[in-house]
């Protein structure tokens, strides 16, 4: 079974980065496309990012310019760069293979245990 692990979460001032990772077991990274999501006590979870198995990036609106999806086929892991963080950004973090690039579809694997990503003001 594929399982997805997240790292790299922490608690960083406004303004400040973080580079979270998602590690996938099997070599399924090159064949998928891969999403970051996140998701706030009390409510739904949200897009964040998507990465297509062409390169292909979408992006909430909320984090354009602000955080960039990336691969890493051979180390089967990917990555989202966030920077200029803000106190909304707040939340625990997770990665999955959508099937479709953007919103909230269907995903093709079971959720990791998430990185929860804390930024104060």
């Known amino acids: 079974q594929v399982q997805l692990v997240e790292s790299g979460g922490g608690l960083v001032q406004a303004g400040g980065s973080l580079r979270l990772s998602c590690t996938v077991s099997?070599?399924?990274?090159?064949?998928?496309?891969m999403g970051w999501y996140r998701q706030d006590p009390g409510k739904q979870r949200a897009f964040v990012a998507s990465?297509?198995?062409?390169?292909?990036?979408n992006y909430a609106d909320s984090v354009k310019g602000r955080f960039t999806i990336s691969r890493d086929n051979a180390k089967n892991t990917v990555y989202l760069q966030m920077n200029s963080l803000k106190p909304e950004d707040t939340a625990v973090y997770y990665c999955?293979?959508?099937?479709?690039?953007?919103?909230?579809?269907?995903?093709?694997?079971?959720w990791g245990q998430g990185a929860q990503v804390t930024v104060s003001s």
């Open positions: 099997g070599s399924i990274v090159n064949r998928n496309a």
């Open positions: 990465i297509s198995s062409s390169g292909i990036t």
């Open positions: 999955n293979a959508p099937w479709v690039l953007t919103g909230i579809g269907g995903f093709k694997f079971p």
